[in-house]
């Protein structure tokens, strides 16, 4: 495994995060895809044994379970200061509004429930998960300023936004001495480069560490189109919204993908991989059996040659937004 510092922290972090959101119980989530304490101990417990040093779950997770088999795996397999925890809250709801809770207090709740699933007393980097229109920036950052002061997060991060949010966000937090953002979650893999317009130039700018999901966009970059679809694959609804649509086109860049695999020896995760690897700090990838992790791992000493990186990207044409993004809009607002 190799590391890199997170953006303008001090967190050294494994190339590879592991991202938590297949673990958990399916009857507290939206997802009946997700797998059981069990199994995701063992997957815990080999990325672990493979060097992997960070892990990226959220409090929306199966109702928080997903914190909670994260949380119990890693105090039983780790030491915590060997370790890189990322969890996720979410925006206020409704009722919090309605009822006065204010961005600051609920950011407070957010983290000490997450906590109390973790079992943990602290998290070393806690994510925005998505942009709330209905609580003032200013509140948000206040917040979480709260929290990084108190010791209950060591940096902050955000996910789901586009640039010039997280460019006000920050320079809000510089000019009231607030924690700034130190990474950004975004959607971003070879079917989904949209954040190469303005999010990356600006995160490489600022030095801000591109911590992506949907890296194998739900496993489409891990197989040959209509190959052996898995579970998720069939019952993932979310992940159709984001991907169908564009089907065609991503399927001639998948085919590459596994045309230049086949020629270099590879799985099509690892290759996949590889290539967003030469884009980003660590892709999140998520993990539901053991050889997901371990293909993962093993494309951190793919080197791709620029000619092969050319080939993979040739094909991409501009895509629309799709997913949390498509929604992250100010007439969302109440």
Not at 188 to 205: K, Q
Not at 277 to 285: D, E, H, R
């Amino acid at each position: 495994m190799k590391y890199v510092k997170l953006g303008n922290s001090d967190l050294n972090v494994s190339r590879i995060c592991m991202g938590c959101m297949g673990f958990g119980d399916a009857a507290k989530g939206q997802h009946n895809w997700t797998i059981d304490e069990e199994h995701s101990r063992e997957i815990i417990k080999r990325g672990l044994d493979l060097g992997v040093n960070f892990y990226d779950t959220a409090i929306a997770y199966q109702g928080g379970t997903s914190e909670q088999f994260v949380g119990r795996a890693l105090r039983d397999f780790a030491k915590r200061e060997a370790v890189v925890v990322a969890t996720k809250f979410l925006p206020r709801t409704p009722d919090e509004i309605e009822n006065g809770i204010s961005g600051q207090q609920h950011i407070e709740n957010m983290i000490n429930t997450s906590l109390a699933n973790l079992g943990m007393d602290y998290v070393d980097l806690y994510i925005y998960h998505m942009w709330d229109w209905n609580t003032p920036i200013e509140d948000v950052m206040d917040g979480l300023n709260r929290i990084v002061k108190e010791g209950k997060a060591r940096y902050i991060g955000i996910s789901n936004c586009f640039a010039w949010q997280l460019a006000k966000a920050n320079a809000l937090a510089e000019k009231e001495g607030f924690a700034k953002f130190v990474s950004i979650q975004g959607h971003y893999n070879l079917i989904f480069r949209e954040e190469e317009r303005e999010m990356v130039p600006y995160c490489e700018e600022e030095n801000i560490a591109l911590t992506p999901y949907s890296a194998l966009a739900s496993g489409r970059l891990s197989r040959k189109p209509g190959e052996s679809d898995t579970k998720r694959a069939v019952e993932d609804a979310y992940a159709k919204f984001k991907y169908d649509a564009t089907a065609d086109q991503d399927n001639v860049i998948i085919s590459r993908v596994a045309e230049l695999s086949e020629k270099r020896g590879v799985t099509m995760t690892e290759l996949s991989l590889a290539w967003l690897l030469t884009k980003v700090t660590a892709p999140i990838v998520g993990a539901t059996k053991l050889h997901h992790i371990e293909g993962a791992v093993k494309a951190v000493d793919i080197e791709l040659k620029d000619s092969e990186i050319a080939y993979l990207e040739e094909p991409y044409v501009p895509h629309p937004l799709a997913g949390v993004m498509a929604q992250n809009k100010r007439t969302n607002a109440g």
